[in-house]
């Protein structure tokens, strides 16, 4: 099976500005998480889709937002940009399908630079 | 605040040395818990995993982690090191809430030298 994929590896935008980053699931896998990494903060949860529904959110401000398609794919977007928001966005899979914990499984990242 | 703690976040040590990197937690009740590895330039791969059963977890390359849940700890063990570990290493864990949000500890960037 095909891992997890993420578009586009690398963005630079400026502060202001909006960002969409797109997460396509392993096949078959139902359930997908964000992450935030940064050297200081490490790796932060943000939020988690399984069925269309964000089902868990992190401690972020609402400027995170995610949704998740009919397919399981997931897009997340951040408005109004800000330099700490320089980060690598993880995107995680996982089988899930009764609300029980299960294995992630992590895509390469997007690297986002924001100026 | 529950958190994931790791230790000793730079570790450098020589091919064939024995290593042992702590995770400890501070949930309670039942957790679900992970190694996951990143080597360099690489995506964020799992290593290990916990769920239930027999404590001790072993994987390839001789890698082993124990669970001991009176020390609210997963210990990682990799008995001999090669250069090829070198690689950051965080501990996971899935609190008991019955959902996909991992904890991370701050991770261990291992350096191993011929």
């Known amino acids: 099976k095909a891992g997890v994929t993420q578009t586009p590896r690398y963005l630079i935008k400026t502060r202001g500005q909006q960002v969409t980053l797109s997460c396509s699931p392993i096949s078959g896998h139902r359930s997908v998480s964000w992450y935030q990494q940064t050297p200081g903060q490490g790796l932060q949860f943000l939020f988690e889709y399984f069925s269309e529904t964000q089902r868990n959110k992190g401690n972020f401000p609402g400027r995170f937002s995610g949704r998740q398609f009919s397919n399981s794919r997931s897009e997340m977007n951040v408005s109004t940009l800000e330099l700490g928001d320089s980060a690598l966005y993880l995107c995680a899979s996982s089988s899930d399908d009764r609300r029980t914990t299960d294995t992630q499984y992590f895509g390469p990242g997007t690297r986002l630079t924001v100026l | 605040a529950q958190s994931v703690s790791q230790h000793n976040h730079h570790v450098i040590l020589s091919e064939a040395a024995s290593l042992e990197l702590g995770c400890n937690y501070s949930?309670?009740?039942?957790?679900?818990l992970f190694w996951y590895v990143q080597y360099p330039g690489q995506h964020l791969q799992l290593l290990l995993k916990y769920f239930s059963g027999d404590p001790l977890v072993k994987g390839i390359k001789g890698f082993e982690a124990e669970f001991i849940k009176s020390k609210f700890s997963f210990n990682l063990r990799i008995p001999s090191v090669q250069c090829s570990d070198t690689a950051e290493y965080f501990c996971?864990?899935?609190?008991?809430?019955?959902?996909?949000?991992?904890?991370f500890g701050k991770g261990n960037q291992v350096v191993v030298i011929p």
């Open positions: 949930y309670g009740g039942t957790v679900n």
């Open positions: 996971a864990v899935n609190p008991p809430y019955g959902n996909n949000r991992l904890a």
